[in-house]
């Protein structure tokens, strides 16, 4: 039988799902110009045919891409003439483009040579020009306006935009050097015996820049140059981090939210100071004006990168979203430049979301034991799902990190027990959920003792089975953070949850009736991990559990419908849940990790 027929009798929904994931695929291939994958690609899937031949119709129309691949079809050991038309290829009206510095979804950009003033640029182009929408254009000119009309040393300064034969670009300063982000893979910040120094808060505008300030800067340059493949230690994590807050509160006090900050988007020129670039995503608001509809990408829409997002950019609260969004983007960066991990960061782009805007990262310290505690608690504030209780502004980030680098006390000082709690149950729902129960379940069961209802020797049994389902919870939710044993602990601990409650059940007087409420609590609990496997699991395990408790208590096996009908339930249930995890994985195929 051929893939094709099988597929005929597959049913529709995962018929049309199959084929997306494998069309998606294809279009990677060809963004990546990977021949030979999308030659397997149409061997394995015939079907894809109908979908390829107008994707190369578009393709032959909008020749942007191959357009700039030609332009870098340089020689450097030859010697162009001005007859010689490999130099025609590469001009792009006053620029000669010299080689692609890097690419997104939208946009490339380009080493150049501005031939009028003889100076080294980058040039940012759009990547499809002829197949843009109007939206991406505006988006485009948004991005050149935003970034034109700013004038500050951490912030990539915009020269010219225009248009060359309907090739929409912008010239920009050329950063020598790498990203944040190359930085960041040499691992965790560490300690050192360097002395604590500062350089001045990057404003240029701030007119009260004392002579300490000055010895300040002198100080600074003497410090140990940053370099690709080097740790940074925690003082450069701090200097870096609190430079661009600056550049940040510059963008803030114009009106303009970064909405995208992360460390692809932070240059690291010569000199070790970072550069915040790509202004594709702000939102610009005039400060004291309201937002206009114009200026959003669409109401309810998600903008941004996943693992980098505020609470309220995950949940789509657009309104919501301002400096203060920003300053979490900060705390982020700051998290993974301390730890060598990101805080929320998911199996999938969907899963990421949901815990950005409902758990709490792990801290910091448990991670690096060697983060100083004043550090730790910058971080942490960033991080805070409330907005109101992040840094009120990016401005104040910064002086909070300049304490630290004096040596001064931080304003971000230690929470209070309130906080302190409700942190830890956002950052271990599973656990606290758990103990939340057994809580509550030994507080009934002690006035059940008090009242006369429940005999002193089954009183201790349940208390020890409840304290030994505690202990085996928290072993279970350290088993969590081994990246190894994390899957498979995942499904001993759904399984011992269902052992637990059936032993409960077995146990406990009749009926039973409203205890076996839990059994489709924990199938719909199995569904927030976002993965389909532990839902069939839970479901299946849910229906064993039950079978071997109607066998030890066959006074529950009737009238016999009653059990036909709760495993039916139960069945329905693992159905509609795992279905839904389904729908949530596929949608977040549209979100770039």
Not at 570 to 592: A, C, E, K, M, T
Request: hydrophobic share 40%.
């Amino acid at each position: 039988m051929t893939h094709t027929q099988d597929m005929d009798e597959a049913p529709l929904d995962e018929i049309e799902s199959q084929l997306a994931e494998v069309l998606d695929e294809y279009v990677s291939a060809v963004h990546r110009n990977d021949g030979p994958r999308q030659d397997e690609l149409l061997a394995a899937h015939p079907e894809l045919k109908d979908f390829v031949d107008p994707l190369k119709s578009l393709d032959r129309m909008t020749p942007d891409i191959e357009f700039a691949a030609t332009l870098l079809e340089v020689f450097p050991t030859d010697v162009a003439t001005p007859s010689d038309d490999r130099l025609i290829i590469r001009k792009f009206g006053r620029f000669e483009l010299l080689e692609e510095l890097g690419r997104g979804g939208m946009g490339v950009v380009f080493r150049a040579r501005q031939t009028d003033l003889n100076r080294i640029v980058a040039i940012k182009m759009i990547l499809v020009n002829r197949l843009a929408s109007p939206d991406h254009i505006r988006r485009f000119y948004q991005e050149a306006q935003a970034a034109g009309r700013l004038s500050h040393p951490n912030i990539v300064g915009i020269h010219e935009v225009g248009e060359v034969h309907g090739q929409h670009f912008f010239s920009m300063d050329c950063v020598d050097g790498v990203d944040l982000k190359a930085l960041l893979s040499a691992g965790p910040a560490h300690s050192t015996v360097e002395t604590r120094s500062t350089t001045p808060p990057a404003n240029v505008g701030a007119a009260s820049e004392s002579a300490d300030e000055s010895s300040i800067t002198e100080s600074s340059s003497t410090s140990r140059k940053l370099r690709p493949g080097e740790r940074l230690t925690f003082e450069q994590t701090a200097r870096l981090i609190r430079d661009v807050a600056r550049a940040a509160d510059y963008l803030h006090t114009h009106g303009i939210i970064h909405r995208d900050l992360k460390p692809s988007n932070i240059l690291i020129d010569e000199s070790g100071q970072p550069r915040v670039t790509d202004f594709g995503l702000a939102r610009v608001v005039p400060p004291g004006e309201k937002q206009n509809d114009d200026d959003r990408t669409g109401s309810g829409t998600i903008v941004g990168t996943p693992n980098y997002m505020s609470p309220e950019q995950a949940a789509g609260r657009l309104d919501e979203v301002g400096p203060a969004s920003d300053v979490y983007s900060l705390g982020v960066i700051l998290y993974e430049a301390l730890t060598g991990q990101l805080p929320n960061k998911g199996s999938n782009a969907m899963e990421t979301l949901v815990r950005v805007m409902e758990s709490e990262p792990e801290v910091p310290r448990y991670l690096n034991r060697d983060i100083p505690r004043e550090l730790e608690s910058i971080c942490l504030r960033c991080l805070d799902k409330n907005p109101a209780e992040r840094y009120e502004s990016a401005g104040a980030l910064a002086d909070d990190l300049d304490r630290f680098l004096k040596g001064d006390p931080v304003a971000a000082g230690p929470r209070g027990i309130y906080h302190r709690l409700r942190r830890w149950m956002r950052r271990e729902p599973a656990l606290a959920s758990r103990w939340s129960a057994i809580v509550c379940g030994a507080a009934i069961l002690e006035v059940s003792y008090l009242v006369g209802e429940v005999a002193y020797g089954v009183r201790d049994m349940f208390f020890e089975l409840l304290a030994f389902w505690a202990v085996t919870a928290f072993m279970f939710q350290k088993l969590q953070r081994s990246n190894q044993l994390a899957t498979t602990s995942r499904f001993i601990w759904l399984a011992s949850d269902a052992v637990f409650l059936t032993k409960m059940l077995v146990l406990s007087a009749s009926p039973a009736g409203p205890l076996l409420v839990v059994y489709p609590l924990l199938i719909a609990a199995s569904g927030l991990f976002i993965q389909e496997s532990l839902v069939f699991f839970m479901t299946s395990v849910s229906l064993m559990s039950y079978a071997l408790f109607l066998y030890m208590r066959p006074i529950e096996a009737t009238p016999w419908h009653y059990p036909m009908i709760f495993a039916a339930i139960l069945v329905v249930i693992g159905v509609v849940i795992s279905h839904q995890v389904n729908r949530i994985r596929l949608l977040s195929r549209h979100f770039d990790t």
